[in-house]
Every structure is written in structure tokens, then in C-alpha cells.
């Protein structure tokens, strides 16, 4: 199958469901750089402990629980509504327009989620931000997965449930690589947005949950609404 075949393809997708951060603008803006270090803050602040013992029990949590947020819900039923307000309370102004990825998404064909471990705030101001929140049809966030951070599988049933999603014809797109997989069980189509970070890798020898990886989501993207315009008869 030639490339532009594989991307036609798609042209049968009718939900397409993107994470957030990393995914949707480049890891090269730093902004979870930000939420990082606001997180440390809130353990520090909330326990009364310094820094670099935040930041153990940081890194703890997320390694344990798959999000700092769940760990500290598990063991020290900490509000989510007041940490995510604190985590997220940033500055977008790195996140620049995205003209390509404005005018791909318009041209996509189907519905346009976003689906993401943060809060419904941030992915409406950093989307906001890129010149694409009026693209997308909803934002299934970390609340309304019932707190429970991918890649549970539990939230991407729910997810199906409530927008009444055909998996067989959705296709959900990541910086994390072991969060396509209950995707990929599920009967998504995958894209992995390429990352060197060692969290964004895990899983990525397995392979098979994984069905096109990309560099360029914006112009991968083009590229797809280009090619499926073509597939049309």
C-alpha cells in the first residue's frame, strides 16, 4: 500500500480523538515544564516539605498511580478541583498559532475530541491559544474520566459511552505511547506523536497497538485530510 493509500484510508474515521500536551502543540514549548514545577510547588506547599521532598514523592506518585494527581487522591484524599487549578495556572504565551493544523482539522472528516489527563481550563486555553478550540466538538478531561488518568482503559469506555464513539472507526492520537494501547484494544486506529522522553516511549517496542507514527502532526495531519479528499468519489 502506498503512503498516500494508507492515509486515504482513514477516510472512514469518524471520531478523531487527540491528547493534549505534546500532542497537539510541540513538546519544544516547554509548557509542561511549567506544570512540572507548579506541581512540586503544590506537594511542597500542601505538606509543608521542601522542594526536593516534593519532588520525590512527585515522581513517586506518577510512577505508582500513572498521574501525581491520582496518587495524592489515593493516599491523602487531596481535592482535584483545587490542585488542577494550581498545576494549570500558567503561561500559554509559548504556544504559538498553528495556521496548519487549524485548516487540517477543518478538513478532517468526522467529529474532533480532545482527550486528556489535565482539566477542561487548560485544554480550553492552550487550544485557544494554537487558534483551534472551535474545531472540537468536546473535551473529555481528567474529570470527567472519573479522575482515573490513562491509560486505565476504564476512562476510554467511558469516553465511547458518552459521545456513543464506533471504535472501529475512531482514531486517537498521542504523545504517550502506552496510552494507545487500551485505544488500540479497544479497535482505534493509533498515531503516536514521536517523543524522546522515556515516559513518552514506554511501550513502544511492543509495537502492535501502534499504527502510524508521526514527526509533523500538523502536516501529518494535512497530508490525511489531502489524501482522504482525494479518496472521495
Not at 57 to 80: A, C, I, N, S, W
Not at 181 to 200: C, D, F, I, K, N
Not at 204 to 222: C, E, K, S
Request: net charge negative; proline share 6%.
Amino acid at each position: 500500500m502506498t503512503a498516500s493509500a494508507n492515509l486515504a484510508a482513514l477516510r472512514d474515521t469518524g471520531v478523531w480523538i487527540f491528547d493534549l500536551d505534546n500532542t497537539l502543540y510541540p513538546a519544544s514549548c516547554n509548557l509542561f515544564a511549567q506544570v512540572d514545577r507548579r506541581i512540586t510547588e503544590f506537594i511542597a506547599e500542601h505538606f509543608g516539605i521542601p522542594q526536593p521532598e516534593a519532588r520525590e514523592r512527585q515522581k513517586r506518585f506518577f510512577r505508582d498511580y500513572g498521574t501525581t494527581l491520582r496518587g495524592l487522591m489515593t493516599e491523602h484524599d487531596v481535592d482535584p478541583v483545587a490542585y488542577m487549578d494550581y498545576v494549570h495556572d500558567i503561561d500559554v504565551a509559548g504556544v504559538q498559532p498553528s495556521a496548519v493544523l487549524a485548516g487540517a482539522l477543518e478538513r478532517l472528516p468526522g467529529r474532533k475530541i480532545i482527550y486528556t489527563n489535565g482539566s477542561v481550563r487548560h485544554a480550553e486555553n492552550v487550544a485557544g491559544r494554537l487558534g483551534i478550540l472551535d474545531r472540537f466538538d468536546a473535551v473529555f478531561d481528567i474529570a470527567a474520566g472519573g479522575y482515573v488518568p490513562k491509560p486505565d482503559p476504564r476512562p476510554y469506555a467511558t469516553l465511547v459511552e458518552r459521545y456513543g464513539i464506533d471504535p472501529t472507526r475512531a482514531c486517537m492520537v498521542e504523545d504517550i505511547a502506552r496510552n494507545l494501547a487500551p485505544a488500540h484494544a479497544l479497535g482505534m486506529t493509533t498515531v503516536w506523536v514521536r517523543g524522546e522522553l522515556e515516559y513518552e516511549r514506554a511501550g513502544v517496542g511492543a509495537g502492535v497497538h501502534i499504527d502510524h507514527t508521526v514527526d509533523d502532526l500538523p502536516g501529518w495531519l494535512a497530508a490525511v485530510a489531502d489524501a482522504t479528499a482525494d479518496a472521495v468519489p
